[in-house]
């Protein structure tokens, strides 16, 4: 499955979520192969990250983690970042999961969740209105 970065990235949370459901072993299986999958793309992008911060920043002086960009570097740092969270990515040995069985297994989304899913989401649930 291919999906862009910034996919995997706003889905974060969504995944953690979903890993802490409780559901059957099988599901649970799955679920570990994506969050395994999907977190070495997380790890690579924290690293790339960090380096356009690096680049473009410089680090505070109280702590070191936290970076200022420079005002005069901040639309070359938004323009890298940006064009590193479009990066098409490979899951592989990963599909869709239907709707349906996570919601077979009791599995509850908020609208915001499903949404950051949809990657990850085959839409197979019957939707509640139809076309006029």
């Known amino acids: 499955m291919n999906v862009k970065l910034g996919d995997l990235v706003n889905s974060e949370n969504a995944l953690a979520a979903l890993a802490q459901d409780d559901v ?3 599901m649970s299986f799955t679920l570990a192969l994506v969050l395994k999958e ?9 690293a790339a990250h960090l380096k356009l911060l690096e680049k473009y920043g410089t680090p505070r002086e109280k702590n070191p983690n936290n970076f200022d960009i420079k005002p005069e570097q901040r639309e070359a740092f ?9 990066t098409e990515v490979t899951l592989n040995g990963i599909g869709k999961i239907r709707a ?3 919601e077979t ?20 649930v019957q939707p509640m209105f139809e076309d006029a």
């Open 38 to 46: 999907v977190g070495k793309h997380l790890d690579a992008k924290r």
């Open 105 to 124: 297994e009791g599995v509850k989304f908020s609208g915001e969740e499903r949404l950051a899913l949809s990657w990850l989401l085959k839409e197979d």
């Open 24 to 26: 059957s072993a099988r």
């Open 100 to 102: 349906s069985a996570l």
């Open 78 to 86: 938004d323009a890298e970042f940006k064009d590193l969270l479009e």
